[in-house]
């Protein structure tokens, strides 16, 4: 395995094995490349599902609450956690568009400005974020497939290209989807 991305990776992460997790990560990335949109919202919900129960599971043995009925508690938690997660991951995307942007032109320019118009852009990457959400969920499916791909052994320039090319690839593909739903929207 490649020595700098296998060491990420324990090699036992929440009992299962570093090469279960590379797997896990593979399909993961698959699906964010060639299915974002909806992928995208499943993966931050499932997650978000994930912590919210844990945390209100901690909640629960913490205050030892046994009067309630716990299985209600642990599902409002897993619905809270959901909507947070969700809410959290677009707004931190957001920040990160709207913050390299500040950066990039305060480094060139210097100018205050450039405040003026991170903010714009994190604003309107917020309001039309199911339509950039496509681009990031490719980035960060090509993303993982690199890691994956490198820790399984495969060399790092071949995994590049692959992902590089999974990643063209699966936004031409959902972009040719977009437009056949919007033909046959407009068809009816």
Known sequence: MASGVSSLIPSSLFGFSSFTIYIILLFIGIALVFAGKTSWKFIMYAMGAYIGFVFASIILIKFNITSLPTFIILMIGAVVGAILVNFAAKAFICLVLGGGLFLSIYMVTGTPIAAVL???????????????????????????????????????????????????????????????????????
Do not use: C, D, H, P
């Open 118 to 188: 991170g903010i714009i852009v994190f604003f309107i990457s917020y309001v039309w974020f199911s339509r950039i959400s496509l681009y990031v969920a490719a980035f960060t499916g090509a993303f993982a497939l690199w890691i994956a791909m490198v820790g399984m052994g495969i060399q790092n320039l071949s995994a590049q290209v692959v992902a590089g090319t999974a990643m063209i690839g699966g936004i031409l593909l959902q972009k040719y989807e977009e437009s056949l739903e919007k033909k046959q929207r407009y068809r009816f």
